[in-house]
Nanobody, 117 residues
Framework: QVQLVESGGGLVQPGGSLRLSCAAS????????MAWYRQGPGKQRELVAA???????KYTDSVKGRFSISRDSTKNTVYLQMSSLKPEDTAVYYC???????????WGQGTQVTVSS
């Protein structure tokens, strides 16, 4: 059974930083790309960043230069380092397998990120 558990969110002031973690269960972790998604208030879920098994990364334009995705295969964990946070980054952040589209329908609970002064 696959499971995704996100953590690390919180309330941060504009310009601040947070590091999100996603613990993934199952051997699939080492086989597929991983990605972070977010869903802001009243918005659809969007792909934020993805990382391949070989370490290739991609980002949505709005976070380029501010966010960094990484993975630790020994811990079955993917991270999202977020810096220079803006109010528009406020959202619930989720992780999933896959490079461009989510591979599993069962999402984790997500982790709330709120950027506000």
């Amino acid at each position: 059974q696959v499971q995704l558990v996100e953590s690390g969110g919180g309330l941060v002031q504009p310009g601040g930083s947070l590091r999100l973690s996603c613990a993934a269960s199952g051997s699939e972790f080492r086989t597929y790309a991983m990605a972070w998604y977010r869903q802001g208030p009243g918005k659809q879920r969007e792909l934020v960043a993805a990382i391949s098994t070989g370490g290739l990364t991609k980002y949505t334009d709005s976070v380029k230069g501010r966010f960094s995705i990484s993975r630790d295969s020994t811990k079955n964990t993917v991270y999202l380092q977020m810096s220079s946070l803006k109010p528009e980054d406020t959202a619930v952040y989720y992780c999933n397998w896959g490079w461009s589209t989510p591979m599993i329908d069962s999402w984790g609970q997500g982790t709330q990120v709120t950027v506000s002064s």
